[in-house]
């Protein structure tokens, strides 16, 4: 049956039919993989797995024969190839429209949501001195998670550590940012999660205690201290520097 759709004016135009737009597809690399559409999980095999994830944590497009050889570095580079064209099929066959074909080039389709594209973003927006950041809160965060837990490729284990160093910038960036602005208890929750993220952190430690001190409680800034200064000898037998230590030089037993 023929619908009206309002054009532009306001006027009605006949015979037009509105298509459901079908939901994108979702990539998860963040506490695991999952790809996913509408809310549905679709299974893949391992190798179709491990090619989405490199293309998604490469947000350019890359040459074919550098896929092939990073993905399938123990066999010869004709069977790498050819391995990477069985995958490429596969995918195909699936009816799975995920990857961009350039001639020699392959890129993951930019209608593909992928949750680390969204945190580096997400990143650069908190990170970037011009953008307003008071209207966020900690619920508009992706939830934090190792990048893609139990796989040990190289080329993850590098990504996972880029990954976990933007997180940790980011809820460092909030923490300072939201202390500015006088957003103390979001601060604080940043501050926090920073520090669970990784306790030796010293730039972390310093931000919530910066946070603290901005919302007059001494007592938790000396705290928080005297916690780091703990773990960092236990763990590191360090002293804590003095761009830390000069925050509460003007409060009483610090070091008690």
Same mark, same amino acid.
């Given at each position: 049956?023929?619908?009206?759709?309002?054009?532009?004016?306001?006027?009605?135009?006949?015979?037009?039919?509105?298509?459901?737009?079908?939901?994108?597809?979702?990539?998860?690399?963040?506490?695991?993989?999952?790809?996913?559409?509408?809310?549905?999980?679709?299974?893949?095999?391992?190798?179709?797995?491990?090619?989405?994830?490199?293309?998604?944590?490469?947000?350019?497009?890359?040459?074919?024969?550098?896929?092939?050889?990073?993905?399938?570095?123990?066999?010869?580079?004709?069977?790498?190839?050819?391995?990477?064209?069985?995958?490429?099929?596969?995918?195909?066959?699936?009816?799975?429209?995920?990857?961009?074909?350039?001639?020699?080039?392959?890129?993951?389709?930019?209608?593909?949501?992928?949750?680390?594209?969204?945190?580096?973003?997400?990143?650069?927006?908190?990170?970037?001195?011009?953008?307003?950041?008071?209207?966020?809160?900690?619920?508009?965060?992706?939830?934090?998670?190792?990048?893609?837990?139990?796989? @040990?490729?190289?080329?993850?284990?590098?990504?996972?550590?880029?990954?976990?160093?933007?997180?940790?910038?980011?809820?460092?960036?909030?923490?300072?940012?939201?202390?500015?602005?006088?957003?103390?208890?979001?601060?604080?929750?940043?501050?926090?999660?920073?520090?669970?993220?990784?306790?030796?952190?010293?730039?972390?430690?310093?931000?919530?205690?910066?946070?603290?001190?901005?919302?007059?409680?001494?007592?938790?800034?000396?705290?928080? @201290?005297?916690?780091?200064?703990?773990?960092?000898?236990?763990?590191?037998?360090?002293?804590?520097?003095?761009?830390?230590?000069?925050?509460?030089?003007?409060?009483?037993?610090?070091?008690?």
């Amino acid at each position: 049956m023929a619908v009206a759709i309002l054009g532009r004016r306001g006027m009605a135009v006949r015979g037009a039919r509105q298509r459901p737009q079908k939901p994108p597809f979702r990539l998860g690399l963040l506490r695991g993989f999952e790809l996913s559409r509408g809310g549905v999980a679709i299974p893949l095999s391992n190798g179709l797995q491990h090619l989405l994830a490199y293309l998604a944590v490469n947000d350019h497009s890359l040459r074919r024969v550098h896929v092939a050889g990073i993905l399938w570095a123990d066999v010869s580079d004709e069977r790498a190839a050819g391995n990477l064209r069985s995958t490429l099929w596969r995918l195909r066959l699936a009816g799975l429209d995920l990857v961009g074909v350039d001639r020699d080039y392959l890129s993951l389709l930019p209608t593909v949501v992928v949750d680390v594209r969204e945190a580096n973003r997400l990143a650069k927006f908190v990170l970037d001195p011009t953008a307003d950041v008071t209207a966020l809160g900690l619920e508009d965060l992706l939830e934090a998670g190792e990048l893609l837990p139990g796989w @040990y490729d190289d080329w993850v284990v590098l990504e996972r550590e880029r990954q976990r160093q933007v997180c940790l910038h980011l809820l460092e960036g909030l923490c300072k940012r939201w202390t500015k602005a006088g957003r103390y208890e979001k601060a604080i929750m940043a501050g926090l999660e920073a520090v669970a993220g990784e306790p030796l952190r010293e730039s972390a430690h310093r931000a919530l205690i910066s946070a603290y001190l901005a919302e007059g409680n001494p007592g938790e800034a000396v705290r928080q @201290y005297r916690r780091y200064c703990t773990i960092l000898h236990d763990e590191l037998r360090l002293e804590p520097s003095a761009q830390i230590t000069a925050l509460l030089s003007g409060l009483p037993a610090t070091h008690g």
